[in-house]
């Protein structure tokens, strides 16, 4: 098990960028999946991207690729999205979760945080 916090959450305008931070406890973080998900209001959650290792093993949902990027750090027990030209349907609680492995559910999640993109 691992316990993660996000960070980086906050008000931007349509075209800015944010990155978020995903910091996790825990000496065998490096062998976890991290995923970022998000979820809108009256939406279901999704998962908008995730990382296995390094960040040559990823998946970006179709909507964000081009705009986003996840870069890991498993030095520092820290995963960043960086979310670059932001649209007001981004607006979202992003939350970080982890699993170990590379398949079956994530069992760990964050608390999440809040991004609100305006027009």
């Known amino acids: 098990q691992v316990q993660l916090v996000e960070s980086g959450g906050g008000l931007v305008q349509a075209g800015g960028s944010l990155r978020l931070s995903c910091t996790a406890s825990?000496?065998?973080?490096?062998?976890?999946?991290v995923g970022w998900f998000r979820q809108a209001p009256g939406k279901e959650r999704e998962l908008v991207g995730s990382s296995f290792w390094n960040s040559g093993n990823t998946y970006y949902l179709d909507s964000v690729k081009g705009r986003f990027t996840i870069a890991r750090d498993n030095a520092k027990n820290t995963v960043y999205l960086q979310m670059n030209s932001l649209k007001p349907e981004d607006t979202a609680v992003y939350y970080c979760a982890a699993r170990r492995g590379v398949t079956g559910s994530f069992d760990n999640w964050g608390l999440g945080t809040q991004v609100t993109v305006s027009s």
């Open positions: 825990g000496r065998t973080f490096r062998l976890y999946t």
